[in-house]
């Protein structure tokens, strides 16, 4: 494995908190984060999967996963404040993105909830030491935003499940260790009912991934079949008819507070794309007349507005509020602003001088990439229409009725 | 409830202000100006010497809210902002103001000259966008580039121009200003004037979340007891995605707002909230007045009446010019990108 060399974990930032706390988080991640990770710097090359696991598992000794997880379980103990202020200082830069964030966001908080005592020590700290690598199964051919035509199947016969089954768009599953499958467990009839959670291993006798090729030329998504697959009750999680629903309440959370680095991430890359037409002579006119003033300025708003869903919900949720489906506003306004910036900086950068200086060429290689990734914002974890839908449902309650 | 003692939740001011907003309906400017006063609604931000209570901006924001949900014909925002603004330089008339004694407002667009004769000073110029100055009594009005003037209405020189605007239930005149002579205490410093803008800019959006959130409730009851093709209209998806929309933008507004009124503010995170509330202002009542078809045409229906109020309310704040300077400021804080690392 790759070793990063990177500075201790800032002494005691157990006492910290407020603004000691950003500092502190702040310092250490500018002193570590590696030029070459940074999508912003002329050194960029996309990290290696070890060397991205060995910068992950370090910013985890920093303080800066595992946040407000319980000191029992590996995690940090603090609270959401401190979450969002680590956040905030995450996205500040230009990171990659986690190659773990299912398991950190998604399956850790609901093994968190539903998981067993014994599931609890054995599976979070190997997902913030980086041991285990988690990837998602919910999604199948006949099960896309609908997942009660899930048709994955798991048969139990005393401790041992069965799992038999196709999962698709399984992002990362190439290079996971667990992949946290929702299967039913009843009839298809049965619909949202009879699902059930294991956590499968990959290496698993009957597990196969089949990488797709996908829109940035890479292989980032799989499709993964499951043929006979046997999984221990011991990675059953939550009973098989309750553990959906509960994973349903830990995944309302979730939507409002993962990834809650987005809208500092966001406004990294609004500052890089005017640093980088400021360093060209036609581009830093043009961001000097009023037209793009104005096309940045609704960009600059987008921002704030997506800080103020997140930051409301960081207060509603500290205060102990019901937050329901608010998760999905902030989703919803946060992925269609990100497309809309994608295209401007396209259309931007494309107006750029010859010969392109290197800011400009940084700029381009990253932002191209984001402008096809942005695509697919408005997709994963509940399409644009789904959300809207989830709105119209739950937040206002709108008849169906006849 | 009458809003005198401490410890007050905004849930409070936005229950007290609503029925007063109600009782308002049918009475003249001045009526009006007593009973909100009674109420304690024209002095939420103004310092308890001048009869206010003194309390932070954030407040003013449910009671403004409210005025925009009961579509007030008063000048509550203006009331509010200048029994502050006066307190420290004319605290006589910043308490008849407070007290609803005397009727003021402000000119937002445009600015006088001012020449200095002595203890006068003597103003010439355009302003416009002042909210029922015809029944005024004191108007407050940009000097140039730096201050503000306080201006009797009945003065020499004022010509009030007739009432123009989408709003009626709020006209906005122009006034013409030829050698109008004021006391050289009526000046306000820079300072003042660019606080009572900024302030200004979120009591905006505090109006429009008021009156778009009135445009949903209505849009939402509409579309589910209007009934077509023999389904109530949210049964069709179209309907139910566009009120969701509407939904997320007036979600918008109000984190928007509670963000601009947090200890960590500034004028950016004011901006935005002003600027956010006028672009999803302006769909959601546009969008209820699309869902409610014909009805929303009539007097019956007030959703247009809220439309205007939004439009104005963005014009008046000149969400264009605001949005442009907003970028502006952006782009100029960056620094070019050296080839190393580029931002922050």
Wanted: a neutral charge; one cysteine or more.
């Amino acid at each position: 494995m790759t070793v990063i060399e990177t500075e201790p974990p800032v002494a005691a930032t157990g006492d910290l908190s407020g603004e000691a706390y950003r500092v502190a988080m702040r310092r250490w991640l500018r002193a570590n984060l590696p030029a070459s990770f940074r999508s912003d710097s002329a050194a960029f090359s996309p990290p290696t999967l070890p060397q991205s696991i060995a910068w992950e598992a370090a910013m985890y000794r920093a303080g800066l996963a595992g946040i407000i997880w319980p000191q029992a379980y590996g995690g940090h103990g603090r609270t959401l404040r401190e979450h969002l202020i680590a956040n905030q200082e995450i996205g500040a830069l230009a990171m990659p993105e986690s190659v773990n964030s299912i398991g950190k966001e998604l399956a850790g908080p609901i093994i968190l909830a539903v998981g067993t005592e014994e599931q609890k020590r054995r599976f979070l700290p190997a997902i913030l030491e980086m041991r285990d690598i988690w990837c998602q199964g919910f999604s199948e051919p006949e099960a896309g935003s609908d997942l009660a035509g899930l048709r994955t199947r798991a048969t139990r016969s005393g401790d041992i499940w069965r799992i038999n089954g196709q999962k698709i768009w399984t992002s990362g599953a190439y290079r996971a260790q667990r992949c946290l499958v929702l299967a039913r467990t009843g009839p298809l009839e049965d619909r949202h009912r009879g699902l059930a959670m294991f956590a499968v291993r990959l290496d698993a006798k009957g597990v196969r991934v089949r990488p797709i090729k996908s829109i940035d030329g890479r292989e980032s998504f799989c499709e993964v079949f499951f043929d006979d697959v046997e999984v221990l009750q011991s990675d059953a999680l939550g009973a098989p008819d309750e553990g959906w629903a509960a994973a349903i309440r830990v995944l309302e959370i979730e939507r409002a507070t993962n990834r809650m680095y987005r809208a500092w991430r966001f406004e990294n890359e609004l500052r890089h794309l005017i640093a980088a037409c400021k360093s060209d002579p036609v581009l830093a006119q043009l961001v000097a007349e009023r037209h793009y003033e104005v096309r940045l300025g609704e960009v600059v708003v987008d921002i704030e507005v997506l800080k103020a869903h997140v930051e409301t919900a960081v207060d509603a949720l500290v205060n102990g509020d019901r937050i329901g489906a608010r998760g999905s506003l902030a989703k919803l306004h946060w992925s269609e602003a990100h497309q809309r910036f994608a295209a401007l900086t396209l259309e931007l950068l494309a107006q750029a001088s010859l010969p392109l200086q290197p800011a400009v060429q940084v700029a381009r290689r990253r932002f191209e990439a984001i402008y096809l990734q942005a695509r697919a914002e408005t997709i994963y974890a509940g399409t644009t229409e789904i959300q809207l839908g989830i709105i119209a449902d739950r937040i206002l309650q709108l008849s169906k009725g006849k | 409830m009458t809003l005198t003692g401490e410890g007050l939740q905004p849930s409070e001011f936005a229950v007290t202000a609503a029925r007063a907003v109600a009782d308002c309906a049918d009475l003249s400017l001045r009526e009006q100006a007593r009973h909100l006063a009674n109420d304690g609604l024209l002095g939420v931000i103004a310092a308890h010497d001048v009869g206010g209570l003194d309390l932070p901006l954030a407040l003013a924001v449910p009671v403004v809210a409210a005025a925009g949900a009961g579509l007030l014909g008063f000048p509550l925002m203006e009331a509010l902002l200048l029994g502050r603004a006066l307190q420290e330089s004319l605290p006589r008339t910043a308490e008849a103001v407070v007290s609803g004694e005397m009727l003021a407002t402000i000119a937002w667009q445009g600015s006088v000259s001012a020449a200095r004769e002595g203890d006068s000073v003597v103003l010439n110029g355009w302003v416009a966008r002042a909210a029922c100055t015809r029944e005024a009594d004191c108007l407050l009005v940009r000097i140039g580039t730096s201050g503000a003037a306080l201006v009797s209405t009945n003065s020499n020189g004022i010509v009030v121009e007739d009432a123009a605007g989408l709003d009626l239930a709020v006209p906005e005149h122009a006034v013409r200003m030829e050698g109008v002579t004021i006391p050289a205490a009526n000046i306000l410093p820079e300072n003042t004037w660019s606080v009572l803008c900024s302030d200004a800019n979120v009591l905006r959006a505090a109006a429009i979340l008021g009156s778009a959130e009135t445009c949903l409730t209505l849009a939402q009851e509409h579309a589910s007891t209007r009934r077509q093709f023999g389904r109530a209209l949210s049964y069709n998806q179209a309907i139910r995605h566009a009120l969701a929309r509407q939904k997320l933008g007036l979600e918008g507004i109000r984190h928007a707002i509670t963000r601009s009124v947090g200890d960590e503010a500034g004028a950016l995170q004011r901006d935005a909230a002003f600027l956010a509330a006028g672009v999803y202002g302006s769909a959601i009542s546009e969008g209820a007045l699309q869902i409610h078809g014909g009805m929303g045409f009539t007097w019956d229906v007030p959703v247009h009446r809220h439309l205007r109020r939004v439009r104005a309310l963005q014009a008046q704040g000149d969400a264009s010019g605001v949005l442009a300077a907003l970028g502006r400021r952006y782009v100029g804080a960056i620094a070019p990108a050296s080839d190393v690392t580029a931002s922050r």
